[in-house]
């Protein structure tokens, strides 16, 4: 099939869009002008690259034309704006994706929201039935995306499936990297009681192509999760594991450091600055992410195939060549 992938660029999206030419697709990525330098590896790989925005509503009526199924992967995830910064991509830039879809004719848009729409998850695991409890204005404004998407699929004339990814990491990723140092050293932050699902980005490109291509998708919304979950202890300790070294030895409370990222957060809103520490990051050692993703694996036939332990190695072999760790 013909398919557009939104945020090709960015991790997730450029894993997913190497994966679809791997599985067969003509793929094309929408990429924003100031980015198109990062572009060569897409282009290398015989995708084809056009320029284009989520606040430009024309380019992507251009993007949109003669494709079958839209992969919906750009986001707003960290901004040193305010709320609207997450508001004009995550909310109206879906709104513009999806009326130039409608437009176009495509047939099928899968949305990528986040499983963090749920928020903490008092009685683990949770399925996509779960109280939706957004905690932060990026949570929020995914929920709000994704319920724009969902609409828009019920009016008719275009199927909409919802994708809430978890934990995305693997090798290219940089959000867990202060994890993997936290675990050679000697400082935890917490009890590492809370519970945190990983998902190994090739296995979630897979999720993402099932729930692209699988007729009986249409209009459902799933959770696409690693094979397990485990407390944040235990994953550090893991971590160590690979690391050839000791978990931390001492704790430190969460609190005083939450109010730390908020203070930070009020201070450089004004001026635009990216804080040093968000409250979100913080809150990744108090809120316990667990999922039960049955529901893709008896609908899709999705069945994550690394195991955390590799998913780690591989991981870390990758921050080790890149001279992280």
């Not at 409890?133 to 949570?139: A, E, H, L, R």
């Not at 804080?275 to 809150?283: A, G, I, K, N, S």
Request: include cysteine.
């Amino acid at each position: 099939m013909r398919v557009l992938v939104t945020g090709a660029t960015g991790f997730t999206g450029g894993v997913l869009a190497h994966y679809l030419v791997g599985a067969g697709e003509r793929v094309r990525a929408l990429v924003r002008p100031a980015s198109l330098n990062r572009s060569r590896g897409l282009c290398d790989a015989g995708i084809e690259v056009v320029s284009g925005d989520l606040a430009n509503a024309a380019s992507l009526e251009a993007a949109c034309q003669d494709i079958e199924v839209v992969y919906h992967i750009a986001a707003t995830y960290r901004s040193a704006g305010r709320a609207s910064a997450y508001r004009e991509v995550n909310v109206d830039g879906t709104r513009r994706l999806l009326d130039a879809a409608q437009v176009a004719g495509v047939g099928r848009v899968v949305h990528c929201s986040t499983g963090g729409v749920h928020g903490h998850i008092e009685h683990p695991p949770a399925t996509e039935e779960a109280p939706l409890s957004p905690g932060d204005v990026y949570q929020e404004t995914k929920l709000e995306g994704e319920r724009l998407a969902r609409d828009r699929g019920e009016v008719g004339g275009m199927e909409v499936v919802v994708a809430r990814p978890i934990g995305i990491y693997g090798p290219g990723d940089t959000r867990f990297l202060k994890l993997f140092r936290l675990a050679s050293g000697r400082v935890m932050l917490g009890d590492g009681s809370a519970f945190y699902h990983l998902t190994f980005v090739e296995d979630l490109a897979e999720g993402f192509h099932l729930c692209g291509t699988v007729p009986a998708a249409a209009g459902r919304t799933y959770l696409l999760a690693g094979r397990r979950y485990t407390t944040l202890s235990k994953l550090v300790e893991l971590i160590a594991s690979e690391l050839g070294s000791s978990p931390p030895s001492l704790s430190i409370p969460v609190w005083p450091v939450w109010l730390a990222g908020a203070l930070c957060e009020l201070t450089c809103a004004p001026f635009s600055v990216e804080p040093p520490l968000y409250r979100r990051r913080v809150e990744f050692f108090t809120k316990s992410r667990a999922f039960d993703a049955s529901r893709a694996r008896r609908e899709l036939g999705f069945i994550p195939k690394v195991e955390l332990e590799e998913g780690i190695h591989r991981t870390a072999v990758w921050y080790r060549g890149q001279g992280m760790l």
